[in-house]
């Protein structure tokens, strides 16, 4: 019987060399999205909801839920999801786009505490579910969730101008690239593109516009200079960018963030709101209390108002006090004030006036002509309003918002928008 041989050859070196570059190479590939993360690194959920999974597939089962402003410990990262682990400790796969870095936390809970004692300005509630941010602009960072009707406190008022989709979308490129550690390049400027002059006609001599066309020629030499057209095309101003305005607002929960302001009814009976007569309402504060034998206790108010449109650079411009008419059983105006330039924060209080007793008074900030901000102080008498000044002061001379209807030669408004100036003239 024949007994086989076999023969074994060594590898050659340079096979073998090629080998281990490839295994090294298919196995950083496939650790590029995937491995652990430092030790330590927490993030926060800024989805209303969301849920874990056992891994990343298109199926997969549910380990566990988490919900807005849950913090959670980062495991693992692979693309778009990351491997988290709840306070619960539950563990499970989520995708990176609901949460935020510890960063925007922090800098949540450090504008809850500079705003702790910020006076109320108004109470609220929202109109559908908002994204609360964390500076007034769309593309800046949010975290918590207000839902539909959420009760809020106003705190402050800021506008800003309305960031376009594109900046938006931007902004969350650079947020998930800084979020996995890439780098995001700047998109390449387009050139623009030149566009053809707009061709003129040549310009006509006088002497031959006077004559007839028959008889005089319109043409005109090559070396003659163009007369310049007399008719120049108006130039097309420059078109304001759309603007919004933010309310600065506190949730029941402590929470506080900048939040749309058209998205946020005051509240305030809807009696009072009536009055505004087209204007947004911007304050409102209850200044007392009366009796009333058929409706018992009722709120008299004092409210700020200003023009219904975003981006005007003060808070208000006009004062109003409501007060309630025990006779008639309805809400009347005691004091009104148009045409100010009127900022946050204003104050009410009761104050001790001596044998006239106690009384509500309110301070409101105006600006001046002169471009200063002092404090007015008004007091509540009855129904009557009347402004508070130390003996021999004198205020300087408020300005008056630009929005003031301008007078002709006779003294009369040109135009006064609203109802109570139409009463007005016809009262006279």
């Known amino acids: 019987m024949r ?155 800021a506008s800003t101008e309305r960031a376009t989709p594109e900046e938006i979308a931007a902004k969350k490129r650079a947020f998930f690239a800084k979020a996995v550690g890439e780098s995001v390049k700047p998109r390449p400027k387009r050139k623009p593109v030149p566009r053809p002059a707009p061709v003129q006609a040549p310009a006509l001599n006088p002497v031959a516009q006077e004559a007839p066309a028959a008889t005089q020629p319109t043409t005109q030499s090559a070396d003659q200079p163009a007369m310049p057209s007399s008719n120049p095309a108006p130039q097309q101003e420059p078109q304001p960018k759309p603007m919004d305005d933010w309310w600065l607002v506190r949730d029941q929960q402590g929470h506080v963030g900048w939040v749309l302001a058209r998205m946020v009814d005051i509240d305030i009976p809807l009696k009072v709101a009536q009055y505004a007569e087209g204007q947004r309402i911007q304050g409102a504060f209850v200044l007392n209390t009366v009796q009333d034998e058929e409706k018992g206790a009722v709120q008299q108010f004092l409210v700020l108002l200003n023009a219904n449109k975003d981006g005007i650079p003060y808070d208000f411009n006009q004062i109003r006090v409501f007060v309630w008419n025990l006779k008639k059983h309805r809400y009347e105006t005691a004091y009104r004030e148009h045409y100010i330039m009127g900022y946050f924060p204003a104050k009410v209080s009761n104050e001790d006036f001596g044998r006239e007793g106690w009384m509500p008074v309110f301070t409101i900030r105006k600006q001046n002509v002169d471009g200063s901000i002092t404090e007015r102080k008004y007091r509540l008498i009855g129904n009557v309003v009347r402004q508070v000044l130390a003996p021999g002061e004198q205020l300087p001379q408020a300005a ?15 135009s006064a928008p609203g109802k109570a100036s139409t009463h007005r003239k016809n009262k006279r």
């Open 400 to 414: 008056h918002s630009p929005d003031e209807p301008k007078k002709d030669a006779s003294g009369e408004k040109n």
């Open 3 to 157: 007994r086989l041989r076999h023969s074994f050859r060594p590898l050659p070196m340079r096979l073998f060399f090629h080998l281990a570059i490839l295994l090294a190479l298919v196995f950083a590939l496939s650790c590029k999205h995937r491995g652990p993360v430092m030790g330590g690194e927490t993030m926060y959920v800024s989805a209303p909801q969301a849920s874990l999974r056992d891994h990343v597939a298109a199926v997969y089962n549910r380990v566990g839920t988490v919900k807005n402003g849950d913090r959670v410990e980062v495991l693992e990262r692979q693309k778009r999801f990351v491997r988290v682990r709840t306070a619960q400790k539950v563990e499970g796969w989520i995708e990176l786009r609901a949460l935020v870095p510890e960063e925007t936390f922090e800098q949540f809970q450090r504008l809850a505490k500079d705003n702790h004692n910020t006076s109320v300005v108004a109470h609220g509630a929202t109109r559908v579910e908002l994204n609360m941010h964390v500076t007034p602009g769309r593309e800046t960072e949010t975290l918590y969730q207000l839902p539909e009707n959420t009760k809020v406190e106003m705190l402050k008022r």
